[in-house]
C-alpha cells in the first residue's frame, strides 16, 4: 500500500519551481499553545515564514492522510480539535493505518519534510535528555539520520543540556550558535554552556549545509538562535521554577514522555503567561531566520 502522502497546492509549487520552503512542525500548535490562541499564533508563525521570503509548509497527519503544507481550514482542525494525537515517527503508521489525525513533533516532521524534499526546518526547542530517570528523546535520533536545517532555539531548559549536547556530538549532529558564543536553552539566552561554531548570518548557515551535502554527511545541522535579553527569562527565576516543577513532577507520580509537557504547563502557570510569550516570541524569530536560511540555499550562490 502506497502510503498517502499530500502536497498543499502552494508547497507543490514552490517545489516544482524551486522556490524556497521552510518546514513547521504542528504539535505546537495542537498541544504546545493554549486555545484559543494556539489559531492565532499559528498563522503567525506561517506569516514569519513568508515575511523572511519563504514559503511554510506545516505538516501533520488527517485522516490518516500525511499533509505537508495546510490550508487554512485544516490548521484549524489541528488548533480547535482536542482529540489530535502528539506523533512522533513511530506512531505515524499507526495514524496511517488507522486513518486517524496527529500533529507532528520534531522527529517527525523532520523525516516527513526531508521525504518531502524541504531541507530547512524551524521549531521552538528540541527534545534532548531528560534530568530525571533516564529518558532520552526521539529528536535526538531524528536529527543524526536526516540531513536537514534546523533552526531553533536550542533545546528546552528543562533538559540536562550537558547530556543533550555530548549526545548531539556522539550523532555527528553539527551545533551553530546564530550571533553568540553560547548554546540557548529555550526561555534563557544561555544555557551555561558554550557552542562548538558560531555563525553570523543565513549565508554561512547556507555554505555549511551545502559543504556538508558534498560530502554525503547525514546528521542534520542544528542553527540555534537565542532570544534577546529583553525576551528571555530570567536565570534565577527560571531555576526557582524549575526545581518546584521537578519536585512537583515527583509529588504526582508525572514520568517518562509526560514530564515535559507538565512541566511547560508548570512554567507557564508559575510565571503568569512569561514562559508563553517568550515562546511565541522564539519561534517567531526561528520561523524568520529559517526561512532567510532558505532563502538563501534557493538562491544557490557560492
Request: aromatic residues 4%; contains cysteine.
Amino acid at each position: 500500500m502506497a502510503t498517502p502522502f499530500c502536497l498543499s497546492p502552494e508547497v507543490d509549487a514552490a517545489l516544482s519551481t524551486g522556490k524556497p520552503i521552510v518546514a513547521l512542525e504542528s504539535t505546537i500548535i495542537s498541544h504546545g499553545l493554549p486555545r484559543p490562541d494556539n489559531e492565532r499564533i499559528g498563522q503567525e508563525i506561517e506569516q514569519a515564514v513568508r515575511d523572511g521570503g519563504a514559503v511554510p509548509a506545516t505538516i501533520a497527519v488527517l485522516d490518516g492522510v500525511i499533509h505537508v503544507g495546510l490550508t487554512p481550514p485544516e490548521l484549524l482542525i489541528l488548533a480547535r480539535n482536542e482529540a489530535i494525537v502528539k506523533a512522533s515517527t513511530r506512531d505515524l503508521g499507526v495514524l496511517i493505518a488507522r486513518g486517524v489525525c496527529g500533529s507532528t513533533t520534531v522527529a517527525s516532521t523532520a523525516a516527513i519534510a526531508h521525504r518531502a524534499g524541504i531541507a530547512v526546518f524551524a521549531t521552538g526547542g528540541l527534545g534532548g535528555v531528560h534530568r530525571v530517570a533516564y529518558d532520552e528523546s526521539a529528536d535526538l535520533h531524528a536529527l543524526a539520520q536526516t540531513p536537514m536545517v534546523v533552526v531553533c532555539a536550542g533545546v528546552k531548559s528543562i533538559l540536562d543540556v550537558p547530556a543533550t549536547l555530548e549526545r548531539l556530538e556522539t550523532l555527528g549532529v553539527v551545533v551553530l550558535g546564530v550571533g553568540t558564543h553560547r548554546f540557548p536553552g529555550f526561555y534563557l539566552r544561555d544555557s551555561g554552556q558554550p557552542v562548538p561554531w558560531r555563525v553570523d548570518s543565513a549565508r554561512e548557515v547556507a555554505d555549511i549545509w551545502r559543504a556538508r551535502t558534498s560530502l554525503g554527511l547525514q546528521p542534520a545541522i542544528v542553527a540555534a538562535l537565542p532570544l534577546p535579553a529583553e525576551d528571555a527569562i530570567e536565570p534565577s527565576v527560571h531555576d526557582q521554577v524549575l526545581l518546584q516543577g521537578l519536585a512537583e513532577a515527583k509529588r504526582t507520580g508525572v514520568e517518562g514522555g509526560d514530564v515535559t509537557p507538565f512541566l511547560l504547563a508548570y512554567f507557564h502557570e508559575a510565571t503568569h503567561g512569561a514562559t508563553l510569550t517568550a515562546n511565541v516570541k522564539l519561534v517567531l524569530r526561528n520561523a524568520k531566520f529559517a526561512a532567510e536560511v532558505a532563502v538563501e540555499l534557493a538562491d544557490g550562490s557560492p
